[in-house]
């Protein structure tokens, strides 16, 4: 585990208050863009600390790159044909007759040297030739062998047919040597690792995966394949995050579901803290909880209890637990199901990706029509399930659940995407454009 560098929290804390104004840091109504601001800045010495290692690409797939990946060599490293046909020089193509005829004087084939064709005619011959091999330097256009007739070593096509330079790869038009093909920081996706290897690199730096420990707290959490007693719910959270956390190539430790127990709580927030670089729960952080995850969470740690000012998603934790040789980031979620899914998509994706070394986070924004008119309140940013659909004339259309409860998860499940409204917004007439995200 990383060493702790993190400031005091209440210290940063102050200052960023200082900074950002009082209305705009005010932990009792912490909007979207402060709260992140302050995470990341938070945080933000622990990019130093990342740890780099050099991994087959094979194992690559979703890590994300520690130094830009400079061409070493053009790709492709020589001219040649992207199609199975004839090459010839594209001068055939200038003349006043609509039919071309050529005749083929050799062949050229993929793997093959590069055979002489020094006394190559333009005027008046052509080569076979096959995807991938080496096109002569005597030629410039290949024509795909479907297009032509071919009788005692003569092809005749149209001349319409094919424009000069075209089934042609020339050297060096994917990549050049020494420009830069992937930049630092870049989560790597499986064209990615396509490119390292026609580059001929078989490994390739990346930082170290984070470490992420989740567990559920409360006493009436109950685990799957058990009963379900009166005033009780199963433990759906916990499955949620271990979705969410699929996609960002983090090592999860599940500490599965912790009791309301003082003791039981502080074992898992240590064994947490010694193991894991960010630690997630969900449950015990809202206003007059009776139980002792809030008590726990800052007896163990420097810990802020936020108001945040979005819909559904109000209260979280934020800090860290300190142990004599660690320390972990924290993330108190709520424990309504869809409150830890937006808080998880606003908050914790985008700082898994940062603490990550990755300069961008998965994020796809669209703007679509309201089907419905809608109202809220001014002050506090409202994510709304809801779902697209496209009219005739190609218009997005998107409509809202009508229960955006909180704990309403089967509408979370059945969404595609969420209607974001700002926080200056109260009333949205139909058919006005909305900001969505898309939920993937």
């Given at each position: 585990?990383?060493?702790?560098?993190?400031?005091?929290?209440?210290?940063?804390?102050?200052?960023?208050?200082?900074?950002?104004?009082?209305?705009?840091?005010?932990?009792?109504?912490?909007?979207?863009?402060?709260?992140?601001?302050?995470?990341?800045?938070?945080?933000?010495?622990?990019?130093?600390?990342l740890?780099?290692?050099?991994?087959?690409?094979?194992?690559?797939?979703?890590?994300?790159?520690?130094?830009?990946?400079?061409?070493?060599?053009?790709?492709?490293?020589?001219?040649?044909?992207?199609?199975?046909?004839?090459?010839?020089?594209?001068?055939?193509?200038?003349?006043?007759?609509?039919?071309?005829?050529?005749?083929?004087?050799?062949?050229?084939?993929?793997?093959?040297?590069?055979?002489?064709?020094?006394?190559?005619?333009?005027?008046?011959?052509?080569?076979?030739?096959?995807?991938?091999?080496?096109?002569?330097?005597?030629?410039?256009?290949?024509?795909?062998?479907?297009?032509v007739?071919?009788?005692?070593?003569?092809?005749?096509?149209?001349?319409?047919?094919?424009?000069?330079?075209?089934?042609?790869?020339?050297?060096?038009?994917?990549?050049?040597?020494?420009?830069?093909?992937?930049?630092?920081?870049?989560?790597l996706?499986?064209?990615?690792?396509?490119?390292?290897?026609?580059?001929?690199?078989?490994?390739?730096?990346?930082?170290?995966?984070?470490?992420?420990?989740?567990?559920?707290?409360?006493?009436?959490?109950?685990?799957?394949?058990?009963?379900?007693?009166?005033g009780?719910?199963?433990?759906?959270?916990?499955?949620?995050?271990?979705?969410?956390?699929?996609d960002?190539?983090?090592?999860?430790?599940?500490?599965?579901?912790v009791?309301?127990?003082?003791?039981?709580?502080?074992?898992?927030?240590?064994?947490?803290?010694?193991?894991?670089d960010?630690?997630?729960?969900?449950?015990?952080?809202?206003?007059?909880?009776?139980?002792?995850?809030?008590?726990?969470?800052?007896?163990?740690?420097?810990?802020?209890?936020?108001?945040?000012?979005?819909?559904?998603?109000?209260?979280?934790?934020?800090?860290k637990?300190?142990?004599?040789?660690?320390?972990s980031?924290?993330?108190?979620l709520?424990?309504?199901?869809?409150?830890?899914?937006?808080t998880?998509?606003?908050?914790?994706?985008?700082?898994?990706?940062?603490?990550?070394?990755?300069?961008?986070?998965?994020?796809?924004?669209?703007?679509?029509?309201?089907?419905?008119?809608?109202?809220?309140?001014?002050?506090?940013?409202?994510?709304?399930?809801?779902?697209?659909?496209?009219?005739?004339?190609?218009q997005?259309?998107?409509?809202?659940?009508?229960?955006?409860?909180?704990?309403?998860?089967?509408?979370?499940?059945?969404?595609?995407?969420?209607?974001?409204?700002?926080?200056?917004?109260?009333?949205?007439?139909?058919?006005?454009?909305?900001?969505?995200?898309?939920l993937?």
């Amino acid at each position: 585990m990383m060493p702790s560098k993190l400031p005091s929290l209440d210290t940063f804390q102050d200052e960023w208050q200082s900074k950002l104004g009082s209305d705009l840091f005010n932990p009792k109504s912490l909007g979207l863009d402060a709260a992140l601001d302050f995470m990341r800045g938070y945080t933000q010495t622990r990019l130093s600390q990342l740890k780099v290692k050099k991994i087959p690409i094979e194992e690559a797939f979703g890590r994300v790159l520690a130094v830009d990946i400079k061409a070493s060599m053009n790709v492709p490293v020589a001219n040649n044909s992207a199609m199975d046909g004839y090459a010839f020089h594209s001068q055939v193509l200038q003349g006043d007759l609509s039919e071309i005829q050529l005749n083929v004087i050799g062949k050229q084939f993929a793997g093959d040297m590069l055979q002489d064709f020094s006394n190559f005619q333009p005027a008046s011959q052509a080569i076979q030739i096959t995807t991938g091999a080496l096109l002569p330097p005597v030629c410039d256009t290949v024509i795909p062998q479907e297009w032509v007739q071919h009788e005692n070593a003569v092809i005749t096509f149209p001349k319409n047919k094919i424009r000069g330079h075209e089934n042609c790869r020339m050297m060096g038009e994917d990549l050049k040597i020494g420009e830069i093909v992937l930049s630092k920081g870049r989560r790597l996706k499986a064209s990615d690792l396509g490119m390292l290897a026609s580059m001929g690199l078989s490994d390739v730096e990346v930082y170290d995966q984070l470490k992420v420990a989740i567990f559920s707290t409360g006493n009436e959490v109950t685990p799957l394949g058990e009963p379900l007693l009166p005033g009780r719910v199963y433990d759906s959270n916990r499955f949620t995050l271990i979705g969410l956390l699929h996609d960002l190539n983090i090592q999860l430790l599940d500490f599965g579901i912790v009791k309301d127990d003082a003791e039981a709580l502080k074992i898992a927030f240590s064994k947490a803290a010694d193991q894991a670089d960010i630690i997630i729960t969900s449950g015990g952080v809202s206003v007059g909880e009776a139980d002792f995850t809030k008590h726990v969470m800052r007896e163990l740690g420097d810990v802020a209890f936020w108001t945040l000012a979005i819909k559904p998603g109000r209260p979280m934790a934020f800090g860290k637990i300190v142990q004599p040789k660690s320390e972990s980031i924290l993330f108190g979620l709520p424990g309504n199901p869809v409150a830890v899914m937006i808080t998880f998509l606003q908050f914790v994706r985008p700082m898994i990706e940062f603490l990550s070394g990755a300069n961008t986070t998965k994020k796809v924004s669209l703007v679509a029509k309201l089907k419905v008119p809608f109202k809220k309140r001014v002050g506090r940013t409202e994510f709304l399930r809801a779902r697209l659909s496209t009219d005739f004339s190609g218009q997005l259309w998107v409509e809202p659940y009508k229960n955006q409860g909180s704990g309403v998860l089967s509408s979370m499940s059945q969404a595609d995407c969420l209607i974001v409204l700002s926080a200056q917004t109260s009333s949205i007439e139909e058919g006005a454009l909305v900001n969505i995200e898309m939920l993937l």
